[in-house]
């Protein structure tokens, strides 16, 4: 036992846990530990608004898989969080929120800045700790860290702010980490056996790749298979695209080849997937999934299992592990694929064929209303671009390594099939939560883990609007990022269902404040780039990101698109 303050219990479990940075507003609820992070080695990265420094926290958790750590004053600076935690909670990223509370012997009397806030998080967290006893500081945050890891989710330390001060003696707890098992032998035998037996198996490579760093285990198993690839929703850093079995992903705005294919399969392998709704739901007029495939499925979270679609085998276990469970299992097996692994190959590649050269031709929306908003473009004054043919612009022009994030919206959706990574923890949305506001201080976080890799946000207008400020914090505080901006003037993708659904009666659904979003970042010390001409789109992202890299230069690049509209989700 070592005699120290409770302050100082707090901030060396943070240490022991591996914390060097964390992100929040400076609070007199935490002022005590506070003082002692930079001696600590932990570096306190102040930002505009809460929400923003959750974000980061989640984009810094999902790129390095180490804690995310949040901390702000009490009542205000803490309620601000709840909508970035949700984000997190459903990204299954380990962040850690730090929750100073009113001190203890003036909770209950409404005093300044009170509030519960432990229900605020109750939904959206693995676990919740209070401290209600100094001596417990050190016990009960590394509870919190130890859970945060083991169950792959947000956790919340609550503190009244009077339980920082005194005297105590302690024992820093080691961190506890696992080893996570493939699953149970019975299940990897008779998944084995369906995959052996198959004619025609696909692989969902999912989240749990990512987070397991299990990309290497999932592309030997699937050569083996000789089966497609496809991604599952929002995760297309799960499986690498230069590789010739990757088709894309699956879902909303997804990759028709993906589609075509995955409708073949007799078993689909989900591997560290939930196989949400938003990743299966028909797109492009087809109802794609596979009605009578056998499903296996592979999830670290046994919540998971079975949750979305019934399955034939649920596997509790790591992706990683599990693929390399069933690779032993077929290696010394004659599939029933393995006859017709060059014709499967072939299709394979047929269908990615026609899906790129439909990407190239597809230059803008055909629907009614988008050919009439491009008609509309083409009598303003101004420039306008079409959102997919900019999308395919800067895609060709995306860097090596490059870590993106994307906000809710219209164009972002459609971004959905351009999006391609060679490697894991590369790609960052809001997943089933789908708030706005979460492309830029996201992608800052995944920045302030990840200084070497090149960082790109995209928002449209409206949800940039939400969290543009964090410019200030990326200028202030070094940490250099590209923000791209889809400035087409409306919430496009509420307006498409006015579109769809209501006759194109529009209420509330116009940004025609003739804003300059370039010269708003250029307002707070960042570089603003204006762009109206699709041969400048690619140049545009490939100096902002020299400028980023060799120079630590935040840029924004507004470009300036018409208002027509992809698909909804629902039709």
């Not at 709840?82 to 909770?107: D, N, Y």
């Not at 285990?217 to 010739?244: K, M, T």
Request: net charge negative.
């Amino acid at each position: 036992m070592t005699r120290m303050t409770p302050s100082e219990a707090f901030v060396e479990t943070m240490v022991a846990n591996g914390v060097d940075t964390t992100f929040g507003i400076m609070g007199s609820a935490f002022m005590d530990a506070m003082d002692i992070f930079a001696p600590a080695g932990i570096r306190l990265v102040p930002v505009v608004h809460e929400q923003g420094a959750a974000h980061m926290a989640d984009g810094y958790a999902r790129v390095s898989g180490r804690h995310g750590v949040v901390i702000g004053q009490n009542g205000p600076g803490i309620s601000n969080c709840v909508t970035a935690i949700a984000a997190a909670f459903w990204a299954h990223s380990p962040v850690v929120i730090v929750t100073p509370q009113t001190g203890s012997m003036g909770i209950g009397l409404g005093g300044f800045q009170e509030a519960n806030q432990l229900p605020m998080f109750e939904e959206f967290t693995k676990y919740q700790a209070h401290i209600d006893n100094e001596n417990r500081m050190a016990e009960l945050t590394a509870r919190a860290f130890d859970r945060a890891i083991l169950q792959m989710g947000p956790t919340q330390i609550n503190i009244p702010r009077d339980r920082f001060y005194g005297d105590i003696d302690v024992e820093i707890p080691t961190p506890i980490r696992v080893e996570r098992g493939a699953g149970g032998q019975k299940a990897l035998d008779e998944a084995a056996g369906l995959l052996a037996n198959a004619e025609f198996p696909v692989m969902v490579s999912g989240g749990g790749v990512v987070m397991g760093d299990a990309m290497d285990e999932a592309v030997a198993l699937a050569e083996r298979l000789g089966c497609p690839v496809v991604n599952s929703y929002l995760h297309n850093d799960s499986f690498p695209a230069s590789h010739p079995q990757w088709t894309g992903p699956l879902g909303y705005q997804g990759s028709k080849a993906a589609m075509k294919l995955v409708n073949k399969a007799d078993v689909v392998l989900a591997l560290g997937t939930r196989l949400g709704p938003f990743g299966t739901l028909p797109q492009h007029d087809m109802d794609y999934w596979p009605k009578d495939a056998k499903i296996i499925q592979v999830d670290a979270d046994d919540q998971m299992l079975g949750l979305v679609k019934p399955v034939q085998v649920a596997i509790h276990g790591d992706a990683g592990a599990a693929a390399t469970a069933l690779l032993e299992r077929l290696n010394d097996r004659t599939l029933a694929c393995d006859a017709t692994k060059d014709e499967r190959a072939a299709t394979t590649q047929a269908e990615k064929d026609v899906w790129e050269t439909e990407l190239d031709e597809w230059i803008h929306e055909k629907d009614d209303y988008s050919l009439e908003a491009i008609e509309e473009a083409n009598n303003e004054q101004g420039n306008w671009l079409h959102p997919r043919q900019v999308l395919r612009e800067l895609e060709k022009a995306m860097p090596a390594r490059a870590m993106v994030s994307t906000d809710i919206g219209n164009i972002n959706s459609v971004a959905n099939s351009y999006l391609r990574f060679e490697e894991p923890r590369s790609f960052f949305a809001p997943m089933s939560w789908g708030n706005c506001g979460y492309a830029l201080p996201t992608i800052m976080g995944a920045k302030a883990a990840a200084p070497d890799r090149p960082a790109i946000s995209y928002a449209g207008d409206g949800a940039w609007a939400m969290s543009m400020s964090e410019l200030m914090t990326a200028v202030r505080h070094d940490i250099p990022v590209t923000a791209v901006v889809f400035h087409n003037r409306h919430w496009g993708a509420e307006k498409k269902n006015q579109v769809d659904f209501y006759g194109c009666r529009f209420v509330a659904g116009e940004l025609e404040g003739g804003e300059n979003y370039a010269e708003i970042a250029e307002a707070m010390g960042a570089e603003g780039v204006r762009v109206d001409d699709i041969n400048e789109v690619g140049p545009a992202l490939k100096a902002a990101v020299d400028a980023q890299m060799n120079e630590g230069k935040t840029t924004v690049i507004e470009i300036m698109c018409t208002k027509e509209l992809g698909d909804p989700f629902r039709k």
